[in-house]
């Protein structure tokens, strides 16, 4: 019983990094897009993070998750929309601080940074997705 669980978690885990690969995709395209731009860091960060969050609530629901039915009738649960948009209203945070940090304070190339603040942002969303959100 507990190998099983062992297995669905870490299913549950690859799949939250399939679509998280393609929100990193998302997220990575759109802050390059408007660094190239000239956009400065924090409102680049911004922007490209909401794009892959909003990718990220549509495939984890009904991939990742596969939350059906929970909530209302429709299937539609409010309450989870809201936890799932403060979940990443916090992981925002985080990002915005640590690229501040990393770039400015430690001098890291921006991209660098990017890819340093993204594997801490994948294991804070999983973990929040997985026993608060879905």
């Not at 490209?48 to 009738?73: E, L, P």
């Not at 409010?78 to 501040?100: K, T």
Request: aromatic share 12%; no cysteine; hydrophobic share 50%.
């Amino acid at each position: 019983m507990l190998n099983k669980k062992l297995n669905a978690g870490f299913v549950q885990f690859l799949k939250f990094n399939a679509v998280g690969l393609l929100n990193t995709l998302i997220d990575f395209v759109v802050f390059t897009l408007l660094h190239s731009l000239g956009m400065m860091n924090t409102p680049a960060q911004i922007i490209s993070y909401s794009t892959g969050t909003a990718n990220s609530f549509i495939w984890n629901k009904k991939v990742t998750f596969k939350d059906h039915n929970r909530g209302s009738q429709d299937g539609f649960d409010r309450m989870q929309l809201v936890r799932f948009i403060v979940l990443n209203l916090v992981v925002l945070g985080i990002s915005v601080l640590l690229m501040h940090l990393l770039t400015d304070r430690f001098g890291l190339q921006v991209l660098i940074a990017k890819v340093l603040v993204t594997g801490v942002t994948v294991i804070i969303n999983f973990f929040g997705s997985r026993k608060w959100v879905f």
